[in-house]
């Protein structure tokens, strides 16, 4: 009920007990707190906030158009209503060395477990796209050392993204990695590997976690969890899938009702009302609010 039961610090920890186990963690993304809670619901292992999801929420392209407080914010929302370790997408950092620490305490502080801090110019694009820019070696590793200078909860996690793949090649990524992995970095997350053995390849140049952007339509190809934990990937991420499922089926909705004027063809398509009430665990809210009010004047 309300908020989550555990502490930020709480899922901090179990975090990074979870990632030493070497099993591979699935994160999908959440487009909002309800489907966060969704997500814990069916077992997956954490919940991801993509800067694109966000910015999208906003009717914003996803270029850098975001500030840390939207960010923040909505991290916010989302880490206080799940058990689950809350990873986001902090862009650049949103401006250089000092805006990057500043970034880190305020997300802390929003319960999140840790963020990914990427090596693009600002204003960034999305990772997928062609037209991408990095920033100089120095100016990425500043980034991350910023960032881990700032944080005050060394369970906090820290994860360096580096799009030097699609810029300058797979040998350009893998000397990036290691570099933010010396920065400390806690965990790489290689943006637009083409395929398996890329993910091979940087599993084999870092003694650090490694993430996999499972994103539609976008360079990799989509591998299943098993051909990912066969390579040594420890998280996987789902950025967009589930706002892209939901827009999809929100669409095919107004489809209807502009050819049929009624949604009743539909209604077997949609979330129940029990089944709404029961994420948001409506019982728990009942029992607690008969509990203060039982009493008779």
């Known amino acids: 009920m309300l908020h989550s039961t555990k502490t930020p610090a709480q899922k901090r920890?179990?975090?990074?007990?979870?990632?030493?186990?070497?099993e591979l963690l699935r994160l999908p993304g959440a487009f909002n707190p309800l489907s966060a809670k969704l997500i814990q619901d069916k077992g997956m292992e954490g919940v991801y906030l993509s800067g694109s999801v966000i910015a999208a929420d906003l009717g914003l392209?996803?270029?850098?158009?975001?500030?840390?407080?939207?960010?923040?914010?909505?991290?916010?929302?989302?880490?206080?209503?799940?058990?689950l370790p809350v990873l986001v997408d902090a862009d650049t950092g949103f401006g250089e060395a000092m805006?990057?620490?500043?970034?880190?305490?305020?997300?802390?502080?929003?319960?999140?477990?840790?963020?990914?801090?990427?090596?693009?110019?600002?204003?960034?694009?999305?990772?997928?796209?062609?037209?991408?820019?990095?920033?100089p070696l120095a100016d990425a590793v500043q980034r991350i050392r910023a960032a881990v200078q700032a944080r005050r909860d060394p369970n906090?996690?820290?994860?360096?993204?580096?799009?030097?793949?699609?810029?300058?090649?797979?040998?350009?990524?893998?000397?990036?990695?290691?570099?933010?992995?010396?920065?400390?970095?806690?965990?790489?997350?290689?943006?637009?590997m083409t395929d398996?053995?890329?993910?091979a390849a940087m599993r084999a140049a870092v003694d650090v976690p490694i993430l996999a952007n499972m994103t539609?339509?976008?360079?990799?190809?989509?591998f299943s969890t098993a051909a990912l934990a066969e390579v040594g990937v420890n998280l996987v991420i789902f950025p967009?899938?589930?706002?892209?499922?939901?827009?999809?089926?929100?669409?095919?909705?107004?489809?209807?009702?502009?050819?049929?004027?009624?949604?009743?063809?539909?209604?077997?398509?949609?979330?129940?009302?029990?089944?709404?009430?029961?994420?948001?665990d409506?019982?728990?809210?009942?029992?607690?609010?008969?509990?203060?009010?039982d009493f008779t004047v």
Do not use: W
């Open 99 to 135: 805006n990057v620490a500043r970034t880190v305490q305020c997300m802390e502080d929003a319960g999140v477990a840790g963020i990914h801090l990427e090596d693009q110019v600002n204003p960034k694009r999305c990772g997928h796209l062609d037209g991408k820019h990095v920033v």
């Open 13 to 22: 920890a179990a975090f990074r007990e979870r990632l030493r186990g070497g």
């Open 61 to 83: 392209p996803d270029i850098g158009l975001t500030t840390l407080t939207e960010v923040a914010g909505r991290a916010g929302q989302v880490a206080r209503v799940t058990e």
């Open 196 to 199: 398996l053995e890329e993910f």
């Open 240 to 280: 967009v899938s589930l706002l892209r499922l939901a827009m999809g089926g929100a669409e095919r909705a107004l489809d209807t009702i502009t050819e049929h004027g009624t949604l009743e063809s539909l209604v077997p398509q949609m979330q129940t009302r029990a089944r709404l009430y029961e994420l948001l």
């Open 282 to 293: 409506y019982e728990s809210y009942s029992q607690f609010d008969s509990g203060v009010y």
């Open 216 to 222: 539609e339509f976008g360079k990799s190809e989509l």
């Open 156 to 192: 906090f996690l820290i994860m360096a993204r580096t799009d030097a793949r699609g810029v300058s090649g797979m040998d350009e990524a893998i000397e990036r990695a290691k570099a933010y992995a010396d920065a400390g970095a806690d965990a790489i997350f290689p943006e637009a």
